[in-house]
């Protein structure tokens, strides 16, 4: 059972504790181990929602699997473990390689021939170092292509960042917990403060640039570190508009390094072999004098290296010590893998579960935290309730407890539907009961259809010689004859819009004839309704079923006129069965808001068919009692403006205690008719109708 208090929530999410739920900043590992499934794909869906606004492009983003682990130039990858402080930093990590992915040249680091090639020296990248003039002897090595390709990565970075930066402002907090956790470090900043790392190398070059933009910059620690600077222009970076553009100035900026470097081993030989012909003279005085002059100029170098409060350098020496050494050269190694996308991301599920969470994404699911708790209690007691806004294949496959018997193997293709109809096989029997409960609930809509198409009529009363209104052209001409009365106005009498939710009890007491009578008479009012205009249909499914170990309130969207076709109920509701147990009151508090939301001011009237009480819900308390609630929850559908109609389902005698708790939950609003006798229920749809108008 879990109990959650009400205090505000902490600052641990950073920028998304603005929009996650208060419900949602909970441990992404299920209890007894593994992880919430549910839960990753609703961080998965807001994660790539957040990619596709700044990018404006619709680019996947996946979970890190056995067979996934980077990104590729055409998904996003991000690893499972999203807790706590995890979570703020993987949505950053996502925004930077969602827009790299918008505005890099992958195609650039493909081999000449296609494809991909571990040899950066036999790739287009390198031809076009070569077109940029940098080698004309074909001398450059792999080493040399891998420098250029690091500055590429960091410049191509930073006009990346400008674009989400100007972009996306209000996005900027993620950014900063990615490169808090991927980039930044406090070693980082005490090593640019003590002057380490300047010797004149390639290695320390490219330390002191990727960190330009650290406020502990010194860009007097090397030789060419200004100029460099300078011909990067942070400050004016949105100049470059491509990869290509990003591409010349890290082949520049190689070039300046590459000469320095050169001119200091150039300088550091000469130097050596002066010391060496110093120390090689006799004793005569000219030599002696020779000796100590080149002495005094070699340290008066050295000097001049050294730091204006007199700290030694990493030419000579270290401020640093080893073991802050060693967490330095990690916090390079970890700077250079951030900048090659190969930044580690934690966690990661196996391929099976990625089917499930994609289709969980997919189908739009939801985890929806709903209060049991008892009248005047006081106290919270939160549960996790699953929503599935659409049904979907993937849905029936990565759920087949929630289908009919193997459901899942007729919707992949491992058996065939049709060959195992035509001999009315076992395997198959639930399937084809099914149907033809759909086929039948197809007939009587068209038959009740026909009844409602009167509401597509209007009526029209046009009033004439009025005082106000639109003038009649017919009367202009009496206006010479004092008659002011050449106005008309035209009344037209239209049927209202309304929004029906049908919700079916799909709990195991409901197998066999009574789920098939509910959705003969749920599919008859969607017939029904989509030959006529002004009424939206839905149609879901409510139970329980167990999601990685975990026993949870489920509401499957199985229908919704608004962007279904009845296609979907011919083609899908054939795989609809019976799940756990009834959780009533909790599953319609669970989709109250949509409901309302859904129905968009229209006339709004929820149908439900069950067949008893609700039973426990596992996290409810003990004192929970399901009659009570789902009562206080009709309740407040009615305070909402949601009109309820209650049909009770039942096979045989129908027993009295049973009636009476059917009716304290419903009130007047319990209906204890035929559901498949369609007079008897357009005849209480239609009295709901006349109730609602008065």
Request: charged share 30%; aromatic share 8%.
């Amino acid at each position: 059972m879990k109990q959650r208090d009400n205090k505000p929530k902490t600052s641990v999410w950073g920028a998304s504790s603005f929009w996650l739920d208060r419900d949602f900043d909970v441990d992404f590992k299920r209890e007894g181990g593994g992880v919430d499934l549910a839960k990753l794909a609703a961080a998965q869906r807001a994660i790539a929602n957040f990619v596709n606004i700044v990018t404006g492009k619709q680019i996947p983003v996946v979970f890190q699997s056995n067979d996934s682990s980077y990104t590729d130039g055409e998904r996003v990858v991000i690893g499972t473990k999203l807790e706590d402080k995890n979570f703020d930093p993987a949505v950053g990590l996502a925004l930077h390689e969602g827009s790299h992915i918008l505005l890099t040249d992958f195609t650039l680091f493909e081999s000449v021939v296609g494809g991909r090639t571990s040899y950066i020296e036999n790739t287009k990248f390198a031809n076009a170092v070569r077109l940029l003039g940098i080698d004309p002897d074909l001398t450059m090595t792999r080493r040399d292509f891998e420098i250029i390709k690091d500055l590429l990565n960091w410049i191509e970075d930073r006009r990346i960042d400008y674009y989400v930066y100007t972009s996306a402002p209000g996005y900027r907090m993620y950014y900063e917990s990615m490169y808090n956790k991927y980039f930044n470090d406090k070693i980082i900043d005490k090593a640019l403060q003590t002057n380490e790392k300047c010797n004149e190398s390639f290695d320390d070059y490219f330390f002191h640039i990727i960190n330009f933009t650290n406020p502990n910059r010194k860009l007097d620690t090397l030789k060419s570190l200004r100029t460099i600077w300078s011909l990067i222009d942070l400050r004016n970076i949105n100049r470059l508009k491509s990869t290509d553009d990003a591409l010349k100035v890290a082949v520049e900026v190689y070039k300046i390094i590459k000469q320095t470097v050169a001119d200091e081993e150039q300088q550091e030989t000469e130097d050596a072999k002066m010391k060496i012909k110093g120390g090689s003279s006799g004793g005569s005085g000219e030599g002696d004098d020779e000796s100590e002059d080149i002495e005094v100029d070699f340290d008066d170098d050295e000097s001049d290296e050294s730091d204006d409060d007199g700290q030694s350098n990493g030419g000579s020496g270290s401020d640093l010590t080893q073991r802050e050494l060693d967490k330095l050269q990690k916090a390079i190694d970890k700077q250079r893998e951030f900048l090659n996308s190969e930044t580690k991301k934690q966690g990661r599920i196996t391929k099976k579960q990625a089917s499930v969470v994609n289709a969980l994404r997919d189908s739009g699911t939801e985890i929806r935290s709903v209060d049991t708790q008892s009248e005047g209690s006081g106290t919270a007691n939160l549960i996790d309730t699953v929503v599935i806004k659409k049904l979907t294949p993937g849905i029936i496959c990565s759920l087949p407890n929630v289908f009919a018997s193997n459901a899942s193997d007729y919707v992949s293709g491992k058996r065939d539907y049709e060959r195992d109809s035509v001999k009315n096989t076992y395997a198959c029997s639930e399937i084809l009961s099914n149907d033809a409960a759909v086929v039948k609930g197809i007939i009587l809509g068209k038959q009740l259809g026909r009844k409602l198409q009167i509401r597509d009529s209007e009526r029209s009363l046009k009033s004439t010689r009025l005082q106000t209104g639109k003038i009649d052209r017919r009367l202009v001409a009496q206006l010479g004859y004092d008659n002011v009365n050449v106005f008309h106005r035209i009344v037209t009498d239209r049927y209202k819009n309304y929004f029906i939710h049908i919700s079916i009890d799909a709990s195991g007491s409901m197998a066999g004839t009574k789920l098939r009578n509910a959705i003969t008479s749920a599919v008859a009012v969607a017939q029904a309704a989509s030959m006529t205009t002004g009424i939206r249909i839905q149609i879901s499914l409510r139970g329980t079923t167990t999601l990685e170990g975990h026993d949870k309130c489920v509401t499957l969207y199985a229908y919704d006129s608004a962007h279904d076709k009845m296609s979907k109920i011919r083609n899908m509701f054939k795989y609809l069965s019976t799940f756990g147990v009834t959780p009533e009151g909790v599953a319609f508090k669970s989709i109250e808001k949509d409901i309302k939301k859904d129905a968009k001011g229209d006339e709004c009237i929820f149908i439900n068919y069950s067949d008893g009480e609700p039973t426990d819900i596992n996290g409810c308390q003990k004192s929970y009692d399901g009659i009570e609630y789902t009562r206080r929850v009709v309740n407040s559908f009615r305070e909402l403006g949601i009109n309820v109609i209650s049909y009770f389902i039942y096979q045989g005698t129908l027993w009295g205690n049973t009636k009476h708790n059917f009716v304290r939950m419903y009130g007047l609003d319990a209906q204890f008719i035929d559901p498949m006798n369609m007079t008897q229920v357009s005849k209480t749809v239609n009295q709901k109708f006349l109730e609602m108008a008065e």
